[in-house]
C-alpha cells in the first residue's frame, strides 16, 4: 500500500474514545469576602480543570490567583462592571488559549456574563461564565414575601439567561458554566435544557439535585443547595462531573470531564424558551 492511501485510510478510522479527545471544565464561585487563600488553591488543584471558570473574585483574589496558578494557567483574565457590587467580578483561567474574551454588561440583573472562544479539537468553542442575579429576601417578609422574592428573581433571571442565549452560536460546541443562583427546575437551567444543552453533573450522577453545591449556615437547619451548574450543548458527551468542597466558599467546585463528540445537526437556540 502506497504513503498517499496509507494515509486516507488513516482519516477514515473513527475517533478514538480513550478520554484523549476531552475537556475539562470547572465553574467555582470563590466567595468575595473569602480570606482562605490556602482552600481556594487546593480546591483549584484538585478539579485540574482545563479551563476554569471563577466567580466573585475580587482584585487582590485576582493577583493571588495570577501568582499561585502561573505554572499551571498559562491563560488568565477578568474582569467586572462599574464596581458596584462586591461579588461582581469574574475570571477565567486557563491552560488553552483564549480568544474573544468579552464581558457582557448586566440586562436585567446584577453581574452580566463572561465569554471566551477556546480552541479545541480541531475546532473552535465558545465558553459562557453565568453569574445570575442572587434571590434576596427581607427579613420579616413571611411566605408571602419570600413568594415575591422568587418570583421578582425568576424574572431577572429571565432576562437573564435570554441574553445568555442570544450569545451562543449554535453551530459551535458551547459550554455554559457558573453560579445560577437557582434550583434545576426553576427557569434558567430549565431553559437550557428546553434548548437542548446537557446538565453535565446531572447526566453522570443519580439524584443530582441531592447534591449541594451551595451551603449557608441557617439557623435552626443550614441550607444546602445545588445551584452551580455546567451545561453543554450536544457537541460534548460527559465522561465524569464531581463537586469538591473545601472551607473559604460557600460554594463548591463543580469539574466536568467532556468527551468530543460530532453531532449530526445543529441546535436551534433561541431567546424564548421553548423550541
Partial sequence: MNTVATLLML???????DGSDSIRIATYNL?????????MIDAIESADA???CLQETTPQSEQFLRKRLADRYRYFHSTGHEGRYGAERFAFASRIELDEVTFHPPTGGL?????????????????????????????????SGAMAAISDTEEQHGQEIDAIVKAIDPDNPTII????NSL???????????????DTFAAVNADADTHPTWHWPTKPVPLALRIDYIFC?????????????R?????SVVVSELARTRPTGSLELSSGGNR
Avoid at 482519516?11 to 474514545?17: G, H, K, R, T, V
Avoid at 480552541?119 to 411566605?143: A, C, M, S, W
Avoid at 458554566?177 to 445560577?180: I, L, M, R, V
Avoid at 472551607?247 to 460554594?251: L, N, Q
Wanted: glycine letters at 14%.
Fill in 184 to 198: 434545576s427546575e426553576f427557569k434558567a437551567p430549565k431553559t437550557l435544557r428546553q434548548l437542548g444543552l446537557v
Fill in 177 to 180: 458554566a457558573g453560579d445560577f
Fill in 31 to 39: 466567595n468575595w469576602g473569602n480570606r482562605r487563600g490556602d482552600q
Fill in 111 to 143: 453581574f452580566g456574563f463572561y465569554t471566551a472562544t477556546f480552541h479545541y479539537g480541531g475546532d473552535d468553542g465558545r465558553i459562557v461564565n453565568v453569574h445570575l442575579t442572587p434571590f434576596r429576601f427581607k427579613k420579616g417578609g413571611g411566605i
Fill in 11 to 17: 482519516a477514515l478510522l473513527p475517533a478514538s474514545d
Fill in 50 to 52: 482545563d479551563i476554569l
Fill in 233 to 245: 450543548t450536544p457537541h460534548f458527551r460527559t465522561v465524569e462531573s464531581k463537586i469538591i468542597r
Fill in 247 to 251: 472551607a473559604g466558599s460557600d460554594h
